[in-house]
């Protein structure tokens, strides 16, 4: 069955460094999705992309966060730099777009958990 | 303000017994809501979508009702199961521009105990 891919699983880092996350959709997924889950609470969208295009970034930190989907399959999000309040899981979702229709199922990658010193 | 609204206690239940979950949501209009199954360190997984002009969705043992009046969905696990323990998320799916939005409940702790 195919799955999102993430890479990190785990990043521990110290406060102003540079890091960056890597998230490989499902094949022909058009729509990909970064969330951030702060422990004890739900995800929280941080950036959408229908193919390489930003649909949906209003709740990214754009001071620090970056996100790119050059090709339109894989995405690197990056923060630099980081700050303590950055520490949380990292998700990266995909789904069909518009050819799933309004209902589009979000397929959940194992996310990467950051930790910032 | 907007709020979506999970029990934030653990929901401890005895296996083979009924687990009845609630998802509270205010000052939305969503286009149809979704439950997720999350395990610690895991990502969340999909079970259930639910439209708003549906009443009820059931898959297996698992129900979902939705009840745009009162703004809640309940999720119901019948015959539950030890594996069955894990953290359950509700989600709101708002249409903006042509696409979908999913907002996040917090999230229920559900264990079940043999």
């Known amino acids: 069955e195919a799955e999102v891919a993430q890479s990190p699983r785990y990043k521990i880092t110290e406060k102003s460094q540079a890091v960056a996350f890597w998230c490989d959709p499902i094949?022909?997924?058009?729509?990909l999705y970064w969330y951030r889950q702060i422990l004890g609470q739900g995800p929280e969208l941080l950036v959408q992309?229908?193919?390489?295009?930003?649909?949906?970034d209003s709740q990214l930190p754009k001071d620090r966060f970056s996100a790119e989907r050059l090709k339109g399959v894989d995405s690197t999000l990056k923060i630099q730099p980081a700050e303590l309040g950055d520490s949380a899981m990292y998700l990266c979702?995909?789904?069909?777009?518009?050819?799933?229709?309004?209902?589009?199922?979000?397929?959940f990658g194992p996310g990467t958990r950051l930790t910032v010193l | 303000s907007q709020k979506i609204e999970q029990n934030s206690e653990a929901l401890n239940i005895q296996e083979g017994k009924t687990a009845t979950l609630t998802c509270n949501y205010t000052?939305?209009?969503?286009?149809?809501l979704q439950w997720y199954r999350q395990d610690p360190g895991r990502g969340p997984v999909f079970l259930l979508l639910?439209?708003?002009?549906?009443k009820e969705k059931r898959k297996e043992r698992l129900k979902v009702t939705f009840d745009t009046t009162l703004k809640q969905s309940l999720f119901h696990i019948t015959a539950s199961q030890p594996a069955d323990s894990a953290t359950y998320l509700c989600?709101?799916?708002?249409?903006?521009?042509?696409?979908?939005?999913?907002?996040f409940g917090a999230g229920t702790r559900l264990a079940v105990h043999p």
């Open positions: 979702a995909s789904s069909l777009g518009v050819a799933g229709g309004p209902t589009d199922t979000q397929y």
């Open positions: 094949s022909g997924h058009a729509t």
């Open positions: 992309f229908q193919d390489e295009s930003v649909v949906d």
């Open positions: 000052n939305y209009s969503p286009a149809y």
């Open positions: 639910i439209r708003e002009n549906e």
């Open positions: 989600a709101l799916a708002l249409l903006r521009g042509g696409y979908n939005k999913l907002i």
